[in-house]
């Protein structure tokens, strides 16, 4: 018994063996499909199989081999203009029933580098877009319209800042000398203008922060995605997210040196170098840098600019990588808030007239930190998280006018008021998905699901005083300004009298979390569908004080889209989206403070929009032409005025409707012609508002028609090879004011042809209006 025993046994344990030793020598069919980066078939395309067999794909770009093979199989790709692609199949990259897709990258050639220093190519085209998660692909498969501006385009331009490109971004245009812009109508900035960076919410353009635009040294693109974007990113403006893309580290050394000077004795420099730091490449870094000293067309101002922006990738193992971005951002300078209007005339004063005093100054530190983890899971599941942190710090002092006039009606002296603020505000934002990639012969799925958390609150120790008066010769006298007269010293604060201030900063700090799920589903290549469902929760808390208040609102955003291929060269595209723009708590709970009868509520919206997607030239030349209608209801109006308690003032529209026609060209007509121009029509119009007078007029800042264009030519042969020369042009039409430029004899507010937004430069100035005690007084910006 003891012998059988032992028998019995033996055979069990090669019986368990067995299982092991048929998986070690299991054999498997490999078959899939070769496409470009843009979805398009790569065919005759050759493919090799560890090192030996090889097979080519067929007209519909799939390949097959004849014999299956034991894991891992090693593959590469060869295809004419492509780079060569290396891939390993194992049970974890490889699905025996679908098989799998490979994607190449087209040749970029080391002439082109030597010819074109430091820049990828000479075009203005970019044909692709990442979203942080949101999308990722072709952006002719996007149903929803895009703007993109590229780094050889902002470099072309000298483009110092993103508030310089956004004239060519179609359905944009500038609403103030901050990052304070009009995208299709609405307004985007300090309340619901966030900025994204790498699709990660920033700390730039909301709150204080939205007084200076980012610099774009470390930036590859800028970009506006059209419509409301609440689905993708929570609680954002309905007009059009702008995200800004940075510079990625490359795997190859590259360096190159900037040196610029310009009119009012402006210098710049910047510095651009990337390269990997091991042999294995493995460790890439990339360090933008720059640098800018330059005065301004205003008399008593003067900027001084400072950025360093180390970025560094990592590839521990196959699969796995890793981005980490560091930005510190440094300005001193002034703030310009305008200029006066003296005896009722707009041109009385010249533009470089001032109201800030040599003593005024505007300091600000930005200091941001993100990362990225990129992992795949199994050959079609991979594993996305990133984080943001935001510091922005700033220090001010400034004198600016309190809205009126000491000498009504005569209007030459300005009533002031003076800001002493120190202020620091902190934004998180981190983002975790899945994606999962399902390939089958003609339906293709890549669906993913994520979740997204962001807060920001301001930090305890924020302070801003204000003065309306001053003491001279022991006596209190109001802080004017003679427009006929002008006094520029340096100010005793000492002398000041304090008003007891309200609560700072204005903006409640808030939390928000975002559950989402999207499919974008391709059908035998001609068809694209985008199904999307976002849940919002959002939480905000009164500012401070004994009993915080605190406001919860939540909401689902539905967004749904498709793109149909015509041909080669034209796509066709419809989408329906939802917008959502929450209150903060201190609007609800403190509406008296912001000038309000009643709290604030919730802004919702949605937009319809179709059109076409384009390519010319061997879609080389990308033009989308596309229709669209807004509507958007309970609108929140920054009135540009300040309450006795020093909070600004806001008042809330019913309801708003904007619509219009985009169309965007970009790209090349030759590899010397480079093209950049746009156009927009857009209707907007005010259905229902607080004030009566308001309904039917065009929304804030809303010009019908705005246009720009640029062109580049580089010569590519003879002796001016390399010689480039740009030039171009926008035009923005007229539209009107935030507010009325008075009151008729019942009270009812009044627009008119003075209700216009006059430029001179950088500055708006704007009409005037009546006080309270019914002397003429004059409205700035903020």
């Given at each position: 018994m003891k012998h059988i025993s032992k028998k019995v046994l033996y055979i069990n344990g090669i019986m368990l063996l067995v299982p092991f030793a048929l998986s070690a020598q299991e054999t498997h069919p490999i078959f899939g499909k070769i496409l470009n980066q843009e979805g398009k078939i790569i065919s005759n395309a050759t493919v090799f199989?560890?090192?030996?067999?090889?097979?080519t794909t067929s007209k519909d770009g799939k390949f097959q081999f004849e014999t299956q093979v034991q894991y891992p199989a090693h593959l590469m790709i060869d295809a004419k203009g492509y780079s060569r692609s290396n891939i390993t199949l194992d049970s974890l990259s490889y699905d025996d029933k679908n098989g799998i897709t490979i994607r190449m990258t087209e040749n970029q050639t080391d002439l082109q580098e030597v010819l074109i220093t430091a820049r990828r190519n000479n075009s203005y085209l970019t044909n692709t877009l990442e979203l942080g998660g949101k999308f990722s692909g072709n952006l002719k498969d996007l149903p929803q319209s895009v703007s993109i501006v590229s780094s050889e385009f902002m470099e072309d331009k000298q483009a110092y800042t993103t508030r310089d490109v956004v004239q060519d971004l179609a359905g944009v245009t500038t609403a103030s000398s901050y990052d304070d812009l009009i995208i299709r109508g609405f307004k985007s900035g300090y309340e619901t203008g966030i900025r994204l960076v790498n699709g990660l919410r920033s700390g730039y353009s909301y709150g204080n922060s939205y007084y200076r635009s980012p610099l774009t040294i470390n930036l590859e693109s800028v970009s506006v995605l059209k419509g409301p974007g609440a689905s993708l990113f929570g609680d954002v403006t309905p007009g059009g997210t702008i995200n800004m893309v940075t510079k990625k580290p490359l795997d190859r050394q590259k360096g190159s040196i900037n040196f610029s000077v310009g009119s009012f004795q402006t210098i710049r420099t910047s510095i651009d170098l990337t390269g990997p730091l091991d042999k294995e490449k493995k460790?890439?870094?990339?360090?933008?840098?720059g640098y800018e000293d330059s005065k301004t067309f205003r008399n008593v101002n003067q900027q001084k600019n400072f950025m360093m922006a180390p970025s560094f990738t990592f590839k521990p193992f196959d699969g796995t990588q890793v981005d980490i971005d560091l930005v510190y951002d440094q300005f001193h300078g002034y703030l310009d808030r305008g200029m006066g209007l003296r005896n009722n005339d707009f041109y009385a004063l010249d533009r470089s007239f001032t109201l800030s005093q040599p003593s005024d100054f505007y300091n600000t530190k930005m200091l941001s930190f993100s990362a990225r983890l990129s992992q795949r899971l199994t050959h079609n599941l991979s594993l996305n998280a990133s984080y943001m942190k935001s510091i922005?710090?700033?220090?001010?002092?400034?004198?600016?006018?309190?809205?009126?006039?000491?000498?009504?009606?005569?209007?030459?002296?300005?009533?002031?008021?003076?800001?002493?603020?120190?202020?620091k505000d902190y934004t998180d934002n981190s983002v975790v998905y899945l994606k999962w990639d399902l390939t089958g012969h003609t339906i293709e799925n890549h669906i993913v699901a994520g979740v997204d958390y962001a807060q920001y609150e301001g930090d305890s120790n924020n302070q801003q005083r204000e003065a309306r008066q001053q003491k001279v010769d022991g006596k209190i006298v109001p802080l004017t300004f003679d427009l006929n007269n002008p006094t520029y010293t340096t100010h005793d604060l000492s002398n000041y009298v304090w008003l007891s201030q309200g609560n700072y900063p204005f903006l409640s700090p808030y939390k928000t979390t975002g559950i989402y799920v999207q499919d974008q589903i391709s059908f035998a290549d001609r068809l694209k569908l985008i199904v999307g469902l976002r849940h919002e929760h959002y939480y905000s808390e009164t500012v401070n004080g004994k009993d915080r208040f605190s406001a919860t609102q939540n909401v689902w955003l539905p967004r749904i889209g498709l793109t149909y291929q015509i041909n080669d060269q034209i796509n066709y595209f419809a989408s329906y989206s939802q917008g959502f723009a929450p209150v903060g708590a201190n609007f609800i709970q403190n509406y008296q403070d912001y000038g309000a009868d009643k709290p604030f509520t919730a802004e919702h919206s949605f937009q319809i929009e179709t059109g076409l997607k384009t390519g010319f030239f061997k879609n080389q030349l990308q033009m989308d032409l596309s229709l669209f209608q807004i509507e958007r209801q309970n609108m929140l109006i920054a009135t540009g005025e300040i309450g006795t308690s020093g909070f600004p003032v806001y008042r809330q529209s019913g309801e708003a409707v904007s619509k219009g026609v985009e169309l965007d060209i970009r790209g090349q007509l030759t590899k010397e012609f480079q093209i950049m121009g746009?156009?927009?029509?857009?209707?907007t119009e005010v259905k229902s508002s607080s004030i009566a007078?308001?309904?039917?007029?065009?929304?804030?800042?809303a010009p019908k028609n705005m246009a720009s264009i640029w062109l580049k030519y580089v010569f590519s042969t003879s002796a001016l090879k390399g010689l480039g020369f740009g030039a171009g042009m926008y035009y923005v039409d007229t539209r009107r004011m935030d507010n009325s430029i008075g009151k008729d004899s019942n009270g009812n507010a009044l627009w008119g042809g003075m209700a216009l937004l006059y430029y001179r430069q950088c500055c708006r100035l704007l009409p005037y209006r009546k006080n309270e005690n019914g002397s003429e007084c004059q409205q700035y910006f903020r």
């Open positions: 199989i560890n090192q030996g067999s090889s097979t460790i890439l870094y990339r360090l933008n840098a922005y710090q700033e220090e001010v002092n400034e004198h600016r006018t309190l809205n009126s006039y000491a000498d009504a009606p005569t209007n030459t002296i300005m009533n002031m008021r003076f800001f002493d603020r120190h202020g746009n156009y927009t029509f857009n209707h007078s308001e309904v039917g007029q065009a929304l804030p800042g």
